[in-house]
């Protein structure tokens, strides 16, 4: 995306990658163990996966731009872990402390295990002190002190010194952008139009931002990106399992700057809401489950609604039930999950079912069928009986 | 099923017994205790149950009791419709038969005991058979009738095919399966459910246990964070404390240092107010010596009016020899006048060397660096100046005789005067006169020789008189002599001088104590010296000033010769006794007399004496400054004196004849000229002392150094006021507390700053800890455990839920049905129950169609409630209800009660007994007993059958 600002000479070009949001060591409770311990494992290899990006691109180096651990009390394996998954990347890397994994007192940063075992290539931007990876290029770190700081955190960059004419600054920050925060009123906003000026004035030349799971660009510049968490973390991200290829280049008319999103990702997690109504419907469930792609690394949010006989529900039941074993996980959507039994259903009709116990067959049909709050224990209730009267066989 | 016959053979007490019962109606078998009545049910019960060859326990007990002898039982009786003989014989000769009819089918042994026991089974409901066939031990239990098969089809035939058993029973039995899958059966939660349960519980737990854990964790972080910016804070004020202390510490030394100088200005201000006395003191001595020279004025004046009233009145008392006496008068005035204006001169000498010597004695009196040595020395000198007042008194008295014997002698001796005339030389008493024409005019008091070698030598021998009153003169001479050599000193000049001494030495000597206790006073010696050196050199400027300006220089050169000699009072003396030896010497000094201003002298000594006396004498001038001058006019004044005593004596060889009355006049006169003299003298003394002072320091002078010392006492007391000011405006006083507050202040910021950095390590410390632990992952983990966990519970729960909606579901409902299914046998016991308890009897029957309570006359009671007849009664009721029920096929069994109704009271045992009789009309009823009176008679048409 060319761009002209001032103040630059001809010459440089430079080439990096852009990361952010590893969340090391995040769990999700939709996963079971076993698939827990595979996303996991997936998140550090997606630093791996970095590694070989950087490599295939011949990136000078790597900044990832907060929250590389999702917690500062992460287990120490996962701190491990993604010491060694770091030797993998060939290139220096730049980590800067995050919201959730910010440099308060005893962070994850000042443990003496990551001391020990982080590689020398490796540099954690405790500060704001300007990093000279490569000549006339500084990488710039903003990193968060506290886990709730009370003012926009890249501020203090934006008003340092700017680089020597003719070099190149790469801004790394965390946090959200007003324009895209729901809560305005949250004082650790990164303010966009002061980080807009700085790029126009040639400040700044990129801003490597975190925070945002989903890969974004911001404001008109072609400069400030979120990159997106490598590895997806909750269904609603956009474009999450990339990392960004930054190339900046000073030319005659000034710097140019040219982002490429390169695929890191292995997992999806997706969502899918879907209207049952029969056979035909659950057909189509049965068949969308069956094609999804790869999916011992797949979560899929699933939201159900509609009515079914009381045999479709049990046929539900049993489809979900296996499908369960194949996907990493398929979760059921509270919130879209309203699936009914039809009460009228003609199977109930034909069930041997007499004397006292078809009195009970139809006041749990009634109840279904009234919708008081007590319908779908009812509904339960009447399928049991369908399954225990032999009707599910 | 039907009982015909029942044989026993040896059987417990039974030796034979043969009993038969009737096709239907009631048999009543009466029989005493213990003969056999029970034994028969429990004959019925073995045959059936146990074969011939059992070993049974049981068995053993039939035998009769010490025989060994086998044990029969045979029975005849309906099953099915057929006719059924079965015998059986145990332990010995066993044997089993049966017999059906018709058809005479026939087994024995063991096929006998298998085929008897299927027709039991097929044709006798054994639930009905134990509802009816009752043991005297079970006659108070009420069955339930739902447990008897035959009841409950009885009751589905009477419901009409309503109820529908065949098909609910297995979903009955699925659903309580189902059920029981998640519960127990008093419906509490069991299995996968509750373990479900109770691991979500146990998650939950452990994801509070783990948050928790993270909760200290963020607050450790925010109180490390807190406690670093507290940290922060504290330092900073702890080093604005730091920096307090240190200002106010400044300011405190400051504030001490102006201390110190108000402490120094008021010694100073001390020394100041003595100086001022001391310069006070010094003026005062001053206008003392004032008025003394005033007073020895006054007292001089008096003494020459004295004399001169004295000579008057020995001129008119003396007419005749009034020249001569005149002559004689004015001849000793002039005597004694040129003798006084020597003692003048010579005491104004003595005034001259003093002054320098006590121009030493002040200059060494202001050396205070010297002041110990001084004392010392004054001290020294006093020893030395031995002359106290009584030596001067007896000095004084020693030398008014010697003047008065000289007076005498003056008087009455001859006077010779000798004149050389030519070149020719004159012996004078052997000593060769010098110049010719020269007159020396000689005393003789002793014998006088003038000799003109090789011409004459004559001889003048004195008087008788002259020789005595040289003799008293010599004598007085001698003791003066005497005295001063006893005193040391030359002359009563120097004895009246050595005690003016003293009393100088002894104020030195005070003085000195004096200064040196002030001087010394709060201040170092090194200040002093320095102090004095700085005095010492203005005064030194002064008194040359001074000394130029109003002392002839030969006397400079003489205080500035001492000053170089450093003179001691043992040199003053020995000058004063050099200087006196120069006077005594002038006295002999061939010079003229000065002349002394006395015009009465002149006057007479115009008129009648000879021109000897009245020779030119050198210009007379008044005290001259210098001793040199000095001692000339000294000289002068001794020729003078002798001048004068030629006159006198020549007055007197003239006027001889009339000495008597001279001598009197001769005697006031000379008395007033002695006092004259002495009141001279002493004016004298007193005008050199002061002229002395004046010349050490004049009189404005002193009134300068009063001044002066004043101004600068008062400088130094502005100074003192002004620094006592900066004390007051520095706030000394509160500095000290200021500066303790601040410097505790200070220790308590820094005591915080240390308990921060406590807290703070302490906090960091336990974070470090806590990070290694992974608390973050333990609790995510927690919460997807939980998570799932939760997420199986809330399935199995949901299933749960449906197994228990739909069991109590279909149970309600079979509850329900089952009460309607259930009315015919209540009617039926109700039926029976009124016509012993009255028509408001009624039962209610629970799921099991057990009898649950009854009611008579309103009153419900549980079936535990009811009294032992009332229980007996209504379970034969139920049997009877039971047996009515179930008669109406042939699967139906007799009623048999051993012993029962054995606690109802007369009325109610004739109401049963009606109800056993219709019993029996529809069935076989066999009743054992060993009352004859419960049945016999109360029950219509009972055969009774007595064993």
Same mark, same amino acid.
């Given at each position: 995306?060319?761009?002209?600002?001032?103040?630059?000479?001809?010459?440089?070009?430079?080439?990096?990658?852009?990361?952010?949001?590893? *969340?090391?060591?995040?769990?999700?409770?939709?996963?079971?163990?076993?698939?827990?311990?595979? $996303?996991?494992?997936?998140?550090?290899?997606?630093?791996?996966?970095?590694?070989?990006?950087?490599?295939?691109?011949?990136?000078?180096?790597?900044?990832?731009?907060?929250?590389?651990?999702?917690?500062?009390?992460?287990? @120490?394996?996962?701190?491990?872990?993604?010491?060694?998954?770091?030797?993998?990347?060939?290139?220096?890397?730049?980590?800067?402390?995050?919201?959730?994994?910010?440099?308060?007192?005893?962070?994850?940063?000042?443990?003496?295990?990551?001391?020990?075992?982080?590689?020398?290539?490796?540099?954690?931007?405790?500060?704001?002190?300007?990093?000279?990876?490569?000549?006339?290029?500084?990488?710039?770190?903003?990193?968060?002190?506290?886990?709730?700081?009370?003012?926009?955190?890249?501020?203090?960059?934006?008003?340092?010194?700017?680089?020597?004419?003719?070099?190149?600054?790469?801004?790394?920050?965390?946090?959200?952008?007003?324009?895209?925060?729901?809560?305005?009123?949250?004082?650790?906003?990164?303010?966009?139009?002061?980080?807009?000026?700085?790029?126009?004035?040639?400040?700044?030349?990129?801003?490597?931002?975190?925070?945002?799971?989903?890969?974004?660009?911001?404001?008109?510049?072609?400069?400030?990106?979120?990159?997106?968490?490598?590895?997806?973390?909750?269904?609603?991200?956009?474009?999450?399992?990339?990392?960004?290829?930054?190339?900046?280049?000073?030319?005659?008319?000034?710097?140019?700057?040219?982002?490429?999103?390169?695929?890191?990702?292995?997992?999806?997690?997706?969502?899918?809401?879907?209207?049952?109504?029969?056979?035909?419907?659950?057909? =189509?469930?049965?068949?969308?489950?069956?094609?999804?792609?790869?999916?011992?690394?797949?979560?899929?949010?699933?939201?159900?609604?509609?009515?079914?006989?009381?045999?479709?529900?049990?046929?539900?039941?049993?489809?979900?039930?296996?499908?369960?074993?194949?996907?990493?996980?398929?979760?059921?959507?509270?919130?879209?999950?309203?699936?009914?039994?039809?009460?009228?259903?003609?199977?109930?009709?034909?069930?041997?079912?007499?004397?006292?116990?078809?009195?009970?067959?139809?006041?749990?049909?009634?109840?279904?069928?009234?919708?008081?709050?007590?319908?779908?224990?009812?509904?339960?209730?009447?399928?049991?009986?369908?399954?225990?009267?032999?009707?599910?066989? | 099923?039907?009982?015909?016959?029942?044989?026993?053979?040896?059987?417990?007490?039974? =030796?034979?017994?043969?009993?038969?019962?009737?096709?239907?109606?009631?048999?009543?078998?009466?029989?005493?205790?213990?003969?056999?009545?029970?034994?028969?049910?429990?004959?019925?019960?073995?045959?059936?149950?146990?074969?011939?060859?059992?070993?049974?326990?049981?068995?053993?007990?039939?035998?009769?009791?010490?025989?060994?002898?086998?044990?029969?039982?045979?029975?005849?009786?309906? /099953?099915?419709?057929?006719?059924?003989?079965?015998?059986?014989?145990?332990?010995?000769? @066993?044997?089993?038969?049966?017999?059906?009819?018709?058809?005479?089918?026939?087994?024995?042994?063991?096929?006998?005991?298998?085929?008897?026991?299927?027709?039991?089974?097929?044709?006798?409901?054994?639930?009905?058979?134990?509802?009816?066939?009752?043991?005297?031990?079970?006659?108070?239990?009420?069955?339930?009738?739902?447990?008897?098969?035959?009841?409950?089809?009885?009751?589905?035939?009477?419901?009409?095919?309503?109820?529908?058993?065949?098909?609910?029973?297995?979903?009955?039995?699925?659903?309580?399966?189902?059920?029981?899958?998640?519960?127990?059966?008093?419906?509490?939660?069991?299995?996968?459910?509750?373990?479900?349960?109770?691991?979500?519980?146990?998650?939950?737990?452990?994801?509070?246990?783990?948050?928790?854990?993270?909760?200290?964790?963020?607050?450790?972080?925010?109180?490390?964070?807190?406690?670093?910016?507290?940290?922060?804070?504290?330092?900073?004020?702890?080093?604005?404390?730091?920096?307090?202390?240190?200002?106010?510490?400044?300011?405190?030394?400051?504030?001490?240092?102006?201390?110190?100088?108000?402490?120094?200005?008021?010694?100073?201000?001390? %020394?100041?107010?003595?100086?001022?006395?001391?310069?006070?003191?010094?003026?005062?001595? +001053?206008?003392?010596?004032?008025?003394?020279?005033?007073?020895?004025?006054?007292?001089?004046?008096?003494?020459?009016?004295?004399?001169?009233?004295?000579?008057?009145?020995?001129?008119?008392?003396?007419?005749?020899?009034?020249? =001569?006496?005149?002559?004689?008068?004015?001849?000793?005035?002039?005597?004694?006048?040129?003798?006084?204006?020597?003692?003048?001169?010579?005491?104004? /000498?003595?005034?001259?060397?003093?002054?320098?010597?006590?121009?030493?004695?002040?200059?060494?009196?202001?050396?205070?660096?010297?002041?110990?040595?001084?004392?010392?020395?004054?001290?020294?000198?006093?020893?030395?100046?031995?002359?106290?007042?009584?030596?001067?008194?007896?000095?004084?008295?020693?030398?008014?005789?010697?003047?008065?014997?000289?007076?005498?002698?003056?008087?009455?001796?001859?006077?010779?005067?000798?004149?050389?005339?030519?070149?020719?030389?004159?012996?004078?008493?052997?000593?060769?006169?010098?110049?010719?024409?020269?007159?020396?005019?000689?005393?003789?008091? +002793?014998?006088?020789?003038?000799?003109?070698?090789?011409?004459?030598?004559?001889?003048?021998?004195?008087?008788?008189?002259?020789?005595?009153?040289?003799?008293?003169?010599?004598?007085?001479?001698?003791?003066?002599?005497?005295?001063?050599?006893?005193?040391?000193?030359?002359?009563?000049?120097?004895?009246?001088?050595?005690?003016?001494?003293?009393?100088?030495?002894?104020?030195?000597?005070?003085?000195?104590?004096?200064?040196?206790?002030?001087?010394?006073?709060?201040?170092?010696?090194?200040?002093?010296?320095?102090?004095?050196?700085?005095?010492?050199?203005?005064?030194?400027?002064?008194?040359?000033?001074?000394?130029?300006?109003?002392?002839?220089?030969?006397?400079?050169?003489?205080?500035?010769?001492?000053?170089?000699?450093?003179?001691?009072?043992?040199?003053?003396?020995?000058?004063?006794?050099?200087?006196?030896?120069?006077?005594?010497?002038?006295? %002999?000094?061939?010079?003229?007399?000065?002349?002394?201003?006395?015009?009465?002298?002149?006057?007479?000594?115009?008129?009648?004496?000879?021109?000897?006396?009245?020779?030119?004498?050198?210009?007379?001038?008044?005290?001259?400054?210098?001793?040199?001058?000095?001692?000339?006019?000294?000289?002068?004044?001794?020729?003078?004196?002798?001048?004068?005593?030629?006159?006198?004596?020549?007055?007197?060889?003239?006027?001889?004849?009339?000495?008597?009355?001279?001598?009197?006049?001769?005697?006031?006169?000379?008395?007033?000229?002695?006092?004259?003299?002495?009141?001279?003298?002493?004016?004298?003394?007193?005008?050199?002392?002061?002229?002395?002072?004046?010349? *050490?320091?004049?009189?404005?002078?002193?009134?300068?150094?009063?001044?002066?010392?004043?101004?600068?006492?008062?400088?130094?007391?502005?100074?003192?006021?002004?620094?006592?000011?900066?004390?007051?405006?520095?706030?000394?006083?509160?500095?000290?507390?200021?500066?303790?507050? =601040?410097?505790?202040?200070?220790?308590?910021?820094?005591? *915080?700053?240390?308990?921060?950095?406590?807290?703070?390590?302490?906090?960091?410390?336990?974070?470090?800890?806590?990070?290694?632990?992974?608390?973050?992952?333990?609790?995510?983990?927690?919460?997807?455990?939980?998570?799932?966990?939760?997420?199986?519970?809330?399935?199995?729960?949901?299933?749960?839920?449906?197994?228990?909606?739909?069991?109590?579901?279909?149970?309600?409902?079979?509850?329900?049905?089952?009460?309607? $299914?259930?009315?015919?046998?209540?009617?039926?016991?109700?039926?029976?129950?009124?016509?012993?308890?009255?028509?408001? %009897?009624?039962?209610?029957?629970?799921?099991?169609?057990?009898?649950?309570?009854?009611?008579?006359?309103?009153?419900?009671?549980?079936?535990?409630?009811?009294?032992?007849?009332?229980?007996?009664?209504?379970?034969?009721?139920?049997?009877?209800?039971?047996?009515?029920?179930?008669?109406?096929?042939?699967?139906?069994?007799?009623?048999?009660?051993?012993?029962?109704?054995?606690?109802?009271?007369?009325?109610?045992?004739?109401?049963?007994?009606?109800?056993?009789?219709?019993?029996?009309?529809?069935?076989?009823?066999?009743?054992?007993?060993?009352?004859?009176?419960? $049945?016999?008679?109360?029950?219509?048409?009972?055969?009774?059958?007595?064993?």
């Amino acid at each position: 995306m060319p761009d002209t600002t001032p103040h630059t000479t001809p010459g440089t070009t430079i080439r990096f990658l852009h990361s952010g949001d590893w *969340q090391l060591g995040m769990m999700r409770r939709f996963l079971g163990p076993e698939a827990q311990a595979r $996303y996991g494992q997936a998140r550090v290899d997606a630093i791996e996966s970095i590694g070989a990006v950087a490599a295939r691109t011949s990136a000078a180096f790597v900044v990832v731009a907060g929250d590389v651990f999702d917690a500062n009390q992460v287990d @120490r394996k996962v701190v491990l872990r993604a010491c060694e998954a770091l030797r993998a990347v060939p290139c220096p890397v730049y980590l800067l402390p995050g919201n959730h994994d910010s440099l308060e007192p005893g962070s994850v940063w000042a443990s003496p295990m990551l001391a020990a075992h982080l590689p020398s290539h490796v540099e954690v931007l405790r500060d704001s002190v300007p990093r000279t990876p490569a000549p006339g290029v500084e990488v710039v770190g903003a990193p968060w002190r506290t886990r709730r700081p009370l003012r926009d955190p890249v501020a203090d960059v934006l008003d340092a010194d700017p680089p020597a004419a003719g070099g190149l600054r790469v801004l790394v920050g965390h946090g959200q952008v007003d324009s895209l925060a729901p809560d305005v009123g949250e004082p650790a906003l990164i303010r966009q139009d002061p980080l807009e000026e700085a790029i126009a004035a040639g400040r700044i030349h990129y801003a490597a931002l975190g925070d945002r799971h989903s890969r974004t660009s911001v404001g008109e510049s072609g400069r400030i990106w979120y990159a997106g968490t490598p590895e997806p973390t909750r269904p609603e991200e956009e474009h999450p399992g990339d990392v960004l290829l930054v190339e900046l280049a000073t030319g005659p008319g000034g710097s140019t700057c040219t982002v490429t999103p390169e695929r890191v990702g292995t997992w999806r997690l997706l969502s899918q809401v879907v209207e049952v109504d029969g056979d035909a419907s659950l057909d =189509a469930l049965d068949r969308w489950l069956g094609e999804q792609p790869d999916k011992a690394r797949t979560v899929v949010r699933l939201g159900v609604r509609g009515a079914l006989p009381v045999a479709g529900l049990t046929r539900l039941e049993v489809l979900l039930d296996a499908q369960t074993e194949v996907y990493a996980a398929i979760q059921r959507w509270r919130r879209h999950w309203d699936v009914g039994v039809l009460p009228d259903d003609r199977m109930l009709d034909d069930l041997p079912v007499t004397g006292p116990a078809r009195a009970a067959l139809e006041e749990l049909r009634h109840t279904v069928a009234s919708g008081s709050d007590d319908a779908a224990e009812a509904a339960d209730a009447l399928a049991l009986l369908h399954r225990l009267a032999g009707g599910a066989a | 099923m039907r009982l015909h016959r029942l044989t026993l053979r040896d059987f417990r007490g039974v =030796a034979t017994r043969d009993l038969d019962f009737d096709e239907a109606g009631v048999t009543v078998v009466l029989g005493d205790n213990e003969t056999g009545k029970s034994s028969i049910l429990e004959a019925l019960s073995l045959l059936f149950e146990l074969p011939d060859d059992s070993k049974a326990g049981k068995l053993k007990a039939v035998q009769p009791a010490g025989r060994d002898v086998s044990s029969e039982v045979a029975a005849e009786l309906t /099953l099915g419709g057929q006719r059924v003989h079965y015998r059986k014989r145990w332990f010995r000769q @066993r044997l089993t038969e049966l017999r059906v009819d018709p058809g005479g089918h026939t087994w024995t042994g063991r096929e006998a005991h298998d085929e008897a026991a299927r027709l039991f089974a097929a044709h006798v409901d054994g639930s009905l058979w134990a509802a009816l066939v009752v043991g005297q031990e079970h006659a108070l239990a009420v069955p339930a009738a739902g447990s008897v098969a035959a009841v409950l089809t009885a009751l589905d035939e009477s419901a009409g095919g309503e109820v529908d058993h065949g098909a609910s029973v297995p979903l009955v039995a699925a659903v309580e399966r189902e059920y029981q899958r998640y519960f127990t059966r008093t419906g509490r939660p069991s299995g996968d459910y509750a373990e479900a349960i109770s691991r979500r519980d146990q998650e939950r737990a452990r994801v509070a246990d783990s948050q928790a854990l993270l909760a200290e964790v963020e607050q450790d972080v925010a109180s490390a964070e807190r406690l670093t910016r507290d940290r922060a804070t504290m330092s900073a004020r702890s080093r604005e404390q730091e920096a307090r202390v240190a200002e106010l510490s400044d300011r405190r030394q400051s504030a001490e240092e102006l201390v110190g100088q108000v402490d120094r200005l008021r010694r100073d201000a001390e %020394f100041a107010a003595a100086q001022v006395e001391s310069a006070r003191a010094e003026a005062e001595r +001053r206008a003392a010596l004032v008025e003394e020279v005033r007073e020895r004025d006054r007292a001089a004046t008096e003494a020459e009016d004295a004399r001169l009233r004295t000579a008057a009145a020995l001129r008119a008392a003396e007419q005749e020899w009034e020249r =001569a006496t005149a002559a004689l008068r004015v001849a000793r005035d002039e005597q004694a006048a040129r003798r006084a204006e020597v003692r003048r001169l010579d005491a104004h /000498l003595s005034w001259l060397r003093d002054r320098a010597d006590l121009a030493r004695l002040r200059e060494r009196l202001t050396a205070v660096e010297e002041a110990r040595e001084q004392e010392r020395r004054a001290a020294a000198a006093l020893d030395r100046a031995n002359v106290d007042e009584a030596a001067l008194e007896a000095a004084e008295t020693a030398h008014v005789d010697v003047l008065a014997a000289r007076a005498a002698l003056a008087a009455g001796a001859p006077t010779m005067v000798v004149r050389r005339l030519g070149d020719a030389g004159v012996e004078l008493s052997g000593v060769p006169l010098e110049e010719a024409t020269v007159e020396r005019e000689v005393t003789v008091d +002793r014998d006088t020789t003038v000799r003109v070698p090789d011409v004459v030598e004559v001889t003048v021998r004195p008087g008788t008189g002259a020789a005595e009153l040289a003799a008293v003169a010599a004598s007085a001479e001698d003791a003066e002599r005497r005295l001063l050599a006893e005193l040391g000193r030359p002359d009563i000049g120097a004895v009246r001088q050595a005690a003016r001494s003293r009393v100088e030495a002894e104020r030195a000597l005070t003085v000195a104590r004096e200064v040196l206790t002030r001087r010394l006073e709060g201040r170092s010696f090194a200040d002093l010296s320095a102090a004095h050196d700085q005095l010492l050199a203005r005064v030194a400027d002064d008194e040359a000033d001074d000394i130029a300006e109003d002392v002839p220089e030969d006397v400079a050169e003489d205080v500035a010769d001492d000053e170089t000699d450093g003179g001691s009072d043992d040199e003053h003396v020995g000058d004063g006794v050099d200087r006196a030896a120069d006077a005594v010497a002038t006295l %002999f000094d061939p010079e003229p007399l000065p002349v002394r201003d006395s015009s009465a002298v002149k006057e007479s000594l115009t008129v009648d004496e000879p021109t000897a006396v009245k020779q030119p004498l050198s210009a007379r001038t008044p005290l001259p400054g210098t001793q040199e001058s000095t001692r000339e006019a000294l000289g002068r004044a001794q020729a003078e004196d002798v001048a004068a005593a030629k006159v006198l004596a020549g007055a007197e060889a003239t006027e001889a004849g009339v000495r008597t009355a001279f001598e009197t006049a001769r005697d006031e006169a000379t008395e007033a000229r002695v006092r004259a003299e002495q009141a001279a003298e002493r004016r004298a003394d007193a005008h050199a002392t002061l002229d002395r002072a004046r010349a *050490q320091q004049g009189d404005e002078l002193l009134t300068a150094a009063v001044d002066k010392a004043m101004q600068e006492a008062a400088a130094i007391a502005a100074d003192l006021a002004e620094a006592e000011d900066a004390v007051s405006r520095s706030g000394a006083g509160e500095l000290g507390e200021r500066l303790a507050e =601040a410097t505790t202040l200070r220790a308590q910021l820094a005591e *915080q700053v240390e308990h921060l950095q406590d807290e703070l390590s302490r906090v960091e410390g336990a974070l470090e800890r806590a990070g290694a632990q992974g608390l973050a992952t333990a609790a995510d983990r927690a919460r997807a455990e939980l998570a799932h966990v939760e997420e199986h519970h809330a399935t199995l729960e949901r299933r749960a839920l449906a197994a228990a909606r739909l069991r109590e579901t279909l149970e309600r409902h079979r509850a329900q049905a089952r009460l309607r $299914y259930a009315a015919p046998l209540r009617d039926r016991i109700e039926a029976l129950g009124r016509v012993v308890h009255g028509p408001s %009897f009624a039962v209610s029957l629970g799921a099991d169609l057990e009898v649950e309570a009854r009611t008579v006359d309103g009153i419900r009671l549980p079936v535990s409630s009811l009294s032992t007849g009332a229980r007996e009664q209504l379970a034969t009721l139920v049997r009877l209800a039971i047996a009515g029920l179930t008669a109406t096929d042939g699967s139906g069994v007799p009623v048999v009660l051993d012993d029962a109704l054995g606690w109802s009271d007369p009325g109610r045992l004739q109401a049963m007994g009606a109800l056993l009789a219709r019993a029996g009309a529809t069935g076989q009823v066999i009743l054992l007993t060993s009352a004859p009176d419960r $049945y016999v008679g109360t029950v219509p048409g009972a055969r009774v059958v007595r064993i």
